[in-house]
Nanobody
Framework: QLQLVESGGGLVQPGGSLRLSCVASGFTLDSYAIGWFRQAPGKEREGVSCISSRGGSTDYADSVKGRFTVSRDNAKNTVYLQMNRLKSEDEGVYYC????????????????WGQGTQVTVSS
């Protein structure tokens, strides 16, 4: 069964950091670009970042540039999202998803999705 599982979410104070992980099972991630999305209550899902299959190319939403860093370790079948200087507007459920190539953040082109991990930013 093809599956993506996110972890690493939690409660963090404004200005703090978290590192999210996205682990694949049932398939190898090295054939896929991986995107990170988030959804806050009452808001639409938005793209945050994307990394190409071999990690040579990355893309970020303007709202997270300079604060978030996406990386991957294909040997561990894992993609990471390092989130620094977190703000209240970063709060939401974070999802990773697999697609062939990073090309913007159109959710419909992502074939596989994880269940999400909650990130709460609060003092």
């Amino acid at each position: 069964q093809l599956q993506l599982v996110e972890s690493g979410g939690g409660l963090v104070q404004p200005g703090g950091s978290l590192r999210l992980s996205c682990v694949a099972s049932g398939f190898t991630l090295d054939s896929y670009a991986i995107g990170w999305f988030r959804q806050a209550p009452g808001k639409e899902r938005e793209g945050v970042s994307c990394i190409s299959s071999r990690g040579g190319s990355t893309d970020y939403a303007d709202s997270v540039k300079g604060r978030f860093t996406v990386s991957r370790d294909n040997a561990k079948n894992t993609v990471y999202l390092q989130m620094n200087r977190l703000k209240s507007e970063d709060e939401g459920v974070y999802y990773c998803a697999a697609t062939a190539y990073c090309s913007g953040f159109l959710a419909s082109v992502y074939a596989y999705w994880g269940q999400g991990t909650q990130v709460t930013v609060s003092s």
